[in-house]
């Protein structure tokens, strides 16, 4: 099940037949789980009849971007209070006159400064004053705070100071009220970002909790009988029970949904690279699938705020269904604002006047009036036009010039959004495919596969519910880091091998808890490095805990590094001294994956379809109209075309040719990429 803006998502898998099956329903922002359940009683007659469940919510996102989270009061090292507030200068940007420090979310008035001291070393310099911690959990309940962060200097070392705050905090305020220790919320050594990730989990926490606490109460009242599962951030899954107690892990558990299912469709296509674009009804999401794993960081930014945590690298911009077309300065501005699930689009009939994408593509004709949303809605094309009329008024164009620039315009900013996170990255998008999903993918993905110079443009099956469905494609994953600083000629290897066997024997044993079975348990290794007296670092691969005891490693991992550098920076110095930084450790569980449907073949070249007039570039053409269920493998069709189905709509320049895989993916072929 996966939240959206406009749409709740929900796919399931038969065990007994092998089948997939996708459904929608409206998302309800004013209490999330109302979709969801609306959702899951759409494909489920009893909730008892579930194997298993996952889930990605949007709630801590949410609370997040909306600025709607809990009052949290901050306790620091005593002298170094400010550290927060100073932040980190903005070092990429330098030199940009419209630069603005990221808005924190706790004010100087809401951080105490606690007496206490531990050394870089570990060592206790100062004992922790914990008559200061008990008067600021007085201070928590009288000022009516809804969370404490607590972030001590050099915590990731030793962490008994915070321990012991967190005790004394939940005997002041009660076992149940949340307190984010910034070792638990990140165990690394930058004090600022290690600081903000305690923030942002203790501001968003409660709300996560309480969602999640809310939603299984109410399916064990409908009698399911397993556990709610959530997505990661990561792109793993957890219990519900340990998502409440880590809510940072699930801040951006809806969009990887979707990445992880780009790389279950590399591997099912044997296709390593592939650039994912989720457009929904409020946001295009953009992800890398790269030698047919997903992009995954050590770090993450939202509106400027820092997150140390391993996360699907997406990058997102407000580029919607619903995003709404309006006037700025003589130019024409599509987006960010969106319409939303409420009033959403004009066309939808619920009170909204402005021109937005949907409306745009529905004037053109490229949308079903009659079967969005697999026939839950019925569109006013009359309201549609309306409000383009009356934006195109404002440039003196005709409506139909005025929806097809409103898509232009849409399509440009999003354009721009894929080679931010490919070609400033020294990516070629060339060099890969390109999977369009989201309900609104579909229909502008072969436009920016031909501005962006891309050949080939898939459409995977539900590609309105794929994020939905790459939730079942994926495994519970727990993450541990441990700081470890030494230059490669000081590396004791024998002692790496010890700490990485350490952190893989806790991860292993979490699973447990996770009720994996021992026989599907895993790890992998990583460990951050730089050049000596560099600031910053690359995450480079272990072969296993015990590799660093293997003869040459030194060299072999410096060899590693230096590649790395080549690729993502274009140079290296290869034998210059490194510096090793911190040990990653992940844990696997491997629950299973459902297998591949195949897709029945065609007896014939024809299929049932229709013709009707579709506008492309100003010129209205009459255009192949099919039902996607009725094209089967060996079916090819040209375009101009529309092909629709329940979750979402693909639309078919001229020129560009369609085949169906073995699997039911629309494979896109254009000849006019750039």
Not at 401 to 411: H, K, L, P, S, T
Not at 510 to 522: G, N
Request: charged fraction near 20%.
């Amino acid at each position: 099940m996966d939240i959206g803006g406009t749409f709740t998502d929900v796919v399931t898998y038969d065990d007994n037949t092998g089948v997939f099956a996708a459904s929608k329903a409206s998302t309800t922002p004013g209490n999330l789980s109302q979709g969801v359940l609306a959702g899951l009683d759409s494909v489920v007659d009893q909730p008892s009849d579930i194997g298993f469940l996952v889930h990605g919510t949007t709630q801590g996102l949410n609370a997040f971007l909306e600025r709607r989270g809990v009052p949290v009061l901050l306790l620091a090292t005593a002298g170094v209070e400010d550290s927060y507030h100073i932040a980190r200068g903005p070092r990429t940007r330098l030199y940009d006159l419209h630069y603005r420090k990221a808005e924190p979310l706790v004010q100087r008035r809401d951080v105490l400064g606690i007496a206490g001291r531990i050394a870089a070393d570990g060592s206790e310099l100062v004992a922790l004053d914990e008559d200061a911690v008990r008067a600021a959990g007085h201070r928590a309940r009288s000022h009516g705070y809804g969370a404490v962060a607590v972030a001590f200097l050099f915590s990731y070392k030793n962490p008994a100071h915070e321990l012991r705050a967190r005790e004394i905090l939940l005997e002041e305020l009660g076992e149940d009220f949340t307190v984010s220790l910034s070792h638990q919320a990140a165990k690394e050594w930058r004090e600022y970002e290690r600081t903000s990730s305690a923030v942002v989990e203790a501001y968003t926490g409660p709300i996560v909790r309480r969602y999640l606490s809310e939603l299984e109460g109410k399916l064990v009242e409908r009698k399911l009988a397993v556990p709610l599962h959530v997505m990661q951030s990561s792109g793993g899954i957890l219990t519900a029970e340990s998502a409440r107690a880590r809510p940072l892990q699930t801040l951006l558990s809806g969009p990887v949904g979707g990445a992880i299912a780009c790389a279950e469709l590399s591997r099912q296509t044997s296709r390593p690279n592939l650039i994912g674009i989720d457009m929904g009804g409020t946001s295009f999401d953009v992800s890398l699938i790269v030698d047919g794993e997903p992009d995954v960081s050590a770090e993450a930014h939202l509106e400027g705020l820092p997150m140390l945590m391993s996360v699907v690298n997406i990058h997102t911009v407000g580029a919607g269904g619903g995003s709404v077309a309006w006037s700025e300065a003589g130019g024409l501005r599509v987006g960010p604002r969106s319409a939303g699930a409420r009033p959403g689009p004009a066309c939808y009939g619920r009170g909204g006047t402005e021109a937005t994408v949907t409306d745009a593509n529905l004037v053109l004709g490229r949308i079903d009036p009659n079967g969005f949303a697999g026939g839950q809605m019925t569109l006013d094309t009359g309201l549609a036009t309306k409000a383009v009329s009356d934006l195109a008024e404002q440039f003196s164009l005709s409506t139909l010039a005025m929806a097809d620039g409103i898509c232009d315009v849409a399509n440009s900013k999003m354009a721009q959004a894929i080679r931010t996170i490919t070609v400033s990255r020294g990516i070629e998008p060339r060099d890969s495919a390109l999977v369009a999903f989201g309900g609104a993918g579909p229909m502008h993905a072969v436009f920016l596969a031909q501005e962006l110079g891309i050949a080939e443009t898939i459409v995977p099956r539900f590609p309105g519910a794929f994020s939905a469905w790459g939730m079942l494609q994926t495994q519970i994953r727990q993450d541990y880091t441990e700081p470890y600083f030494f230059l490669d000629e000081d590396l004791d290897v024998d002692d790496m091998a010890a700490a990485l066997t350490r952190t893989e024997q806790l991860g292993l044993e979490a699973l447990l808890h996770e009720s994996v079975e021992q026989d599907r348990r895993s790890a992998s290794h990583a460990v951050d490095i730089r050049y000596a007296a560099q600031e910053y670092t690359l995450t480079v691969p272990l072969l296993g805990a015990l590799e660093p005891t293997e003869p040459g490693f030194v060299k072999t991992i410096g060899e590693r590094f230096a590649e790395l550098h080549q690729a993502r920076y274009g140079h290296a110095n290869l034998g210059a001294p490194i510096e090793f930084v911190m040990l990653r450790t992940t844990a696997f569980g491997d629950l299973g994956k459902p297998a591949p449907q195949l897709w029945p073949s065609a007896t014939g070249t024809e299929f049932p379809h229709e013709i009707r007039p579709v506008t492309f570039g100003g010129r209205t053409r009459d255009s192949i109209v099919v039902r996607r269920d009725d094209l089967l493998v060996g079916h090819t069709l040209t375009g101009p075309a529309v092909v629709t189905e329940d979750t979402a709509t693909t639309v078919v320049p001229p020129g560009c040719t369609v085949t169906v895989d073995g699997i039911g993916s629309l494979i896109i072929k254009s000849q006019e990429s750039k």
